[in-house]
């Protein structure tokens, strides 16, 4: 079964950093594309960033390039966002997904159950 | 960007009604399409992958078309675990977009 858990959201200041992680059991990890999607309040899906098997390909949304940094530790099945220069509209739940092998191909099957990180002074 | 329309925003229905939700993308992704179910306070669940496929464990009473730029996602009867938002994400080219999504309540 797969199973994905992410840690590390909470209230930060305007400005300030956090860091996502994800931990994934269930699938041979190294041999998949992982992504972030994330939710403001209320609102809809809009999708964060992806990472290929062997990180070497790392797009990111316009809205967070250059403030968020993806990355991921395949000897620890773990994935990581990295997250600078916070702004009051990062406010969201950040999910973690795994692709169908790469995400151009497969799309996006199975999410974890998110974590909220909350921007505010 | 591509930009990807949901229609409608919201409906309401009955339990057995047939519902039909359109998803348009700006330009041609193939079917480079999934479709996904959302409940609050839960992470998404995908219903529909490759346009058309149905993702394992999800009921056969769920139908996924289209191919180029208009997708639809049908559900033949309504059953009282269908009342839920539901998002399109076209994966064709970065950045991924989803739609606004569509909630089917009573």
């Known amino acids: 079964e797969v199973q994905l858990l992410e840690s590390g959201g909470g209230l930060v200041q305007p400005g300030g950093s956090l860091r996502l992680s994800c931990a994934a059991a269930g699938f041979t990890f190294s041999s998949y594309s992982m992504t972030w999607v994330r939710q403001a309040p209320g609102k809809g899906l809009e999708w964060v960033s992806a990472i290929s098997d062997n990180g070497g390909n790392t797009p990111y949304a316009d809205s967070v390039k250059g403030r968020f940094a993806i990355s991921r530790d395949n000897s620890k099945n773990t994935l990581f966002l990295q997250m600078n220069s916070l702004r009051a509209e990062d406010t969201a739940v950040y999910y973690c997904?795994?692709?169908?092998?790469?995400?151009?191909?497969?799309?996006?099957?199975?999410w974890g159950q998110g974590t909220l990180v909350t921007v505010s002074s | 960007d591509i930009q990807m329309t949901q229609s409608p925003s919201s409906l309401s229905a009955s339990v057995g009604d047939r519902v039909t939700i359109t998803c348009r993308a700006s330009?041609?992704?193939?079917?480079?399409l999934g479709w996904y179910q959302q409940k609050p306070g839960k992470a998404p669940k995908r219903l529909i992958y490759g346009a058309s496929s149905l993702q394992s464990g999800v009921p056969s009473r769920l139908s996924g078309s289209g191919s180029g730029t208009e997708f639809t996602l049908t559900i033949s009867s309504l059953q009282p675990e269908d009342f839920a938002t539901y998002y399109c994400?076209?994966?064709?080219?970065?950045?991924?977009?989803f739609g606004p999504g569509t909630k089917v309540d009573i």
């Open positions: 994400l076209q994966h064709n080219t970065y950045p991924f977009t």
């Open positions: 997904a795994r692709c169908s092998v790469t995400c151009s191909k497969g799309g996006v099957d199975y």
């Open positions: 330009q041609d992704i193939r079917n480079d």
